[in-house]
């Protein structure tokens, strides 16, 4: 039929009949719908396949971050993001710069980039000898991201390094603390540690105040850091330093030390104590003999606390200056006698009981105030309190749980209770200042400030008695080696007996000198010590007078001037007897 129709006429029929098997595909050929259908369906599961691979680069990355992130960086990664903490200037009274920090250079290595790890070690041995090889090789084979192998490497340390062309190994630039005065100043400074913190003396204390929240926060940049400004003069802190290392040298003690202090205003102008260290290289500051005796060294103050007795017996109304004592006899309590050092063998007054030093004349001026006033007072004058001040090595002092009548004796004298040296100087300060205690600081403090935290322990007229007494004693007792012409020095010497395997020591003592200048009006406390020190000479003693006293005029003699004291020489030591109404 189709055949019989002209071409023209066969077009629609062809068309009307491709047209019904592409609907029916009755014979299983490939039609064009059906074409069409197959290539559309080929396309979106191309689409699906590629988004499928996309989505898995994608969480296959970050799973990897996520657990890079819960990896040790110092073992699987690169340097630490954190940089090393800023930390402010600290500087003295007078501006001068006591610690600052300066950039320094440690060494990394990355050990996965480390081609021979015995090579780089040799290497690295020629600049540092010290490395622990060991140590180094295990680190360069661990075949982590990053370890430290030395941090704080000097400029030249860091060159030389650098020149041995050791593929692997890089440089890091960090902060650390450089300290201008040195040993100086080491024990009121103190230290930070490896990573810029303070661990010891006013750098602890910085932090302790919030610095070390702004570091940890990232806010603890250099240039809004003001420098911390300290009480300390750096002139009299070198002389101060100077003299106790002389002083240790000269009487072969095993230690020694010195505080100046403002009395009015309760400022430590000046401390140190030796053995010290250099906290540039503090290799040996942990050892047992480096101790900040003056504030964390507890020792029995011996003969210097009977200030404390004297102006306890005064202050209490029960004695006065004319009152008298009989040291005829030692005092028997128990089984232990009191004797006196240089005894008089006679009654004495109480001006005499202080310049003579006797114990049987302390014991009874405590005895008149009684156990319980004895132990208040010495609690009220801070002496057996845990001081209160900036530094943190500060040692709580100790005394007996149960005072009995011969702990008050023994300690009317100074043995029985231990205490600081500062904690002394601090209290006879209160004694010479009109009778107010005035907690040390190691920041500057105007008098007004320190007037409003000052507390009345002793009255004026005790205060004025106690100055009387401390000039006499430079005059004619114990104290002649501390005077100083012209700056009318007063004070009170104190040798204590140590104690060795529980027993008093009759040749180890621990000596101490407590002087107040100038005595018309005192302004400062310069307080000595010698631990365990010889006679400089044979046939000279070793007691306070001939180290300690003679200790505290050198300091007074080279600082009085700088610490603005000005000579008078008109009435030169001239103790005059206060009057009472």
Known sequence: MIARLPVMARVPVIASLLTRRAKSGDDGSIVVEGARKANGGKGRTRVVMTMAVFFGIYLTITGRLVYLGFQNPDLSGGPQSRVTASRPDIVDRNGEVLAT??????????????VDADEAIEKLATVLPEIDYEQTYHKLKSGAGFVWLQRQLTP????????????GIGFRTEKRRFYPAGETSSYIVGLTNIDNQGISGMEKYIDEQGLSDLQASGLAVAKDLKPVQLSIDLRVQHIVRDEVATGMEKYRAIAAGAVVLNVKTGEVLAMASVPDFDPNNPYNAHDKDRLNRMSA?????????????????????????????????????????????????????????????????????????????????????????????????????????????????????????????????????????????????????????????????????????????????????????????????????????????????????????????????????????????????????????????????NIIRRSASMLGVKPDFSHENGATLVSYQ
């Open 101 to 114: 920090d300066i950039k320094t250079a440690s060494l990394f290595a990355e050990p996965r980039r480390i």
């Open 156 to 167: 030249k340390q860091q060159s030389d390094i650098l020149q041995l062309g050791i593929p």
């Open 297 to 553: 060294g507890l020792y029995e103050m011996g003969s210097t606390l009977k200030s404390f007795t004297t102006a306890m017996a005064l202050d209490s109304g029960k004695v006065t200056l004319e009152s008298r004592f009989d040291a005829t006899r030692p005092i028997r309590i128990g089984r232990q006698t009191i004797h006196d050092f240089h005894g008089k063998a006679r009654v004495l007054s109480v001006p005499e009981v202080f310049i003579y030093s006797s114990n049987i004349g302390s014991a009874k001026e405590a005895e008149a105030v009684g156990i319980e006033g004895h132990r208040e007072f010495l609690h009220r004058l801070g002496i057996l309190e845990r001081m209160q001040t900036e530094l943190p090595e500060v040692a709580r002092p100790t005394e007996p749980k149960v005072w009995k009548q011969v702990h008050s004796i023994t300690i009317a004298f100074g043995h029985g209770v231990s205490t600081t040296p500062l904690q002394t100087a601090v209290g006879c300060a209160a004694l010479v200042n009109g009778g107010y205690l005035i907690q040390p600081t190691f920041l500057r403090r105007a008098q007004e400030q320190a007037m409003s935290v000052a507390k009345r322990v002793v009255s004026d007229k005790t205060s004025e008695s106690m100055r009387y007494l401390y000039a006499l004693n430079a005059e004619k007792g114990s104290g002649r080696n501390a005077r100083v012409p012209g700056y009318r020095v007063g004070g009170k010497t104190g040798t204590a007996e140590k104690v060795v395997n529980g027993r008093y020591s009759k040749d180890k003592n621990f000596n101490a000198f407590v002087a107040a200048f100038p005595m018309d009006d005192p302004q400062y406390i310069v307080l000595t010590i010698a631990d365990e020190p010889k006679p400089e000479k044979p046939g000279m003693g070793a007691t306070a007078a001939s180290n300690a006293g003679v200790m505290a005029a």
